[in-house]
């Protein structure tokens, strides 16, 4: 998986130091606890280029109103809440370039491998298949939070299920 982030974040300090992370999907009805994590960031101090929008919160589980689980095998804590949990090791950090990204302070692209996956029991179907049917992620599309439509347009050969 690739992750893009801008290098002035906490997250690019803790994938330089840490190397370890976890990617969790909330699902539609969290988008509200999303939103309430958006303006937080765990730098302190805030970067300039952040200072108008962003403020530090250290606590960002209990200020989004979110539960923090233990991983199984990397350090960073899952979301209990998401129905869908990544842990993943960092294997590679890219630094990106572009006009854009240098008027906002530059970028690093994260190249992850999932370790473990860990999916709500109600999802999963005959054992190791996840239910496309049941599984709706929430999905953030030009700065506006939306859900899959129930409508199912089909399936490729090789699906199992």
């Not at 999907?25 to 929008?53: C, F, H, I, R, Y």
């Not at 200020?63 to 960092?90: D, F, N, Y």
């Not at 240098?102 to 970028?107: D, K, T, V, W």
């Not at 992850?112 to 190791?128: G, M, N, P, Q, Y």
């Amino acid at each position: 998986m690739i992750l893009g982030l801008l290098t002035e974040t906490k997250t690019a300090d803790n994938f330089a130091r840490h190397r370890e992370c976890v990617v969790n999907l909330p699902s539609p009805e969290m988008w509200q606890k999303v939103e309430k994590l958006a303006p937080l960031t765990g730098k302190n101090p805030v970067p300039d280029l952040k200072a108008k929008q962003f403020h530090y919160e250290p606590r960002k589980f209990e200020a989004a109103g979110l539960t923090p689980l233990a991983s199984e095998i990397v350090k960073p804590m899952r979301t209990e809440e998401c129905p869908v949990q990544m842990e993943a090791r960092v294997t590679a950090l890219h630094q990106l370039a572009g006009d854009r990204l240098e008027e906002l302070g530059a970028g690093v692209g994260a190249e992850v491998e999932v370790v473990r996956v860990h999916v709500a029991s109600d999802f999963i179907l005959k054992d190791s298949y996840i239910d496309p049917t049941k599984w709706s992620p929430l999905i953030y599309n030009f700065r506006h939070y939306f859900q899959l439509a129930d409508e199912d347009l089909g399936k490729t050969f090789r699906a199992e299920t």
